[in-house]
């Protein structure tokens, strides 16, 4: 099965700094079939059920500030928060869906705080 | 818009049983796998089960194969969830999400706002 590493598990950063979450796979979850990776990063704040923002490891979902950024490839992907806003406290998690059949593997999360 | 709607969360014994639903609307639900997703308290997210758009294809975290069975109804827009030999660890918020499209290998864009399940005497 292939594991997923979010670091760190919990981070400060100052309003209107740039937040950086790191997520690494135990395999790779590119396909060399349609060159995509098959990464997706989710917002949940307390209470609420996730919140897509990214797929295809750097797609941003519709609707969601393009303060939000993905980039990696292969087994290691970053979520980039930046101008960092008080509504974006929560914790973010990095899934893969590329295995088969399906795991869906979700890492551990990461709490974004403000500094 | 998209909107799923889970019940049948509660209290259960160790042991014991629990069906869970999720009612589906604002999109064509017989065209689309659909998922549980759960998440203990203070935890993080655990994929459960996925089930295809026409049942032929189910699939199972092997932390709760032989004792969960995901199922649909497609006439009637809803998923369902059913929950045997529940244990202390099966005490989670139950979300049903959908995946991208309706596609098996898509990002969840879509969840409900969950039912709370606990496991305890």
């Known amino acids: 099965d292939i594991v997923m590493t979010q670091s760190p598990d919990s981070l400060a950063v100052s309003l209107g700094e740039r937040a950086t979450i790191n997520c690494k796979s135990s395999?790779?979850?590119?396909?060399?079939?349609?060159?995509?990776?098959?990464l997706a990063w989710y917002q949940q704040k307390p209470g609420q059920p996730p919140k897509l923002l990214i797929y295809w490891a750097s797609t941003r979902e519709s609707g969601v500030p393009d303060r939000f950024s993905g980039s990696g490839s292969g087994t290691d992907f970053t979520l980039t928060i930046s101008n960092l806003q008080a509504e974006d406290v929560a914790v973010y998690y990095c899934q893969e869906y590329y295995s088969s059949p399906p795991k869906y593997s979700f890492g551990q999360g990461t709490k974004l705080e403000i500094k | 818009d998209v909107q799923l709607v889970e019940s049948g969360g509660g209290l259960v014994k160790p042991g014991g049983s629990l069906r869970l639903s999720c009612a589906a609307s604002g999109f064509t639900f017989s065209s689309y796998t659909m998922n549980w997703v759960r998440q203990a308290p203070g935890k993080g997210l655990e994929w459960v089960s996925s089930?295809?758009?026409?049942?032929?294809?189910?699939y199972y975290a092997d932390s709760v194969k032989g004792r969960f069975a995901v199922s649909r109804d497609n006439a009637d827009n809803s998923l369902f969830l059913q929950m045997n030999s529940l244990r202390a660890e099966d005490t989670a918020v139950y979300y049903c999400?959908?995946?991208?499209?309706?596609?098996?290998?898509?990002?969840?864009?879509?969840w409900g706002q969950g039912t709370r399940v606990t496991v305890s005497s």
């Open positions: 395999q790779s979850v590119l396909s060399s079939s349609n060159n995509e990776n098959y």
């Open positions: 999400a959908t995946p991208r499209g309706g596609m098996v290998t898509a990002a969840f864009d879509s």
């Open positions: 089930i295809s758009s026409g049942s032929s294809y189910i």
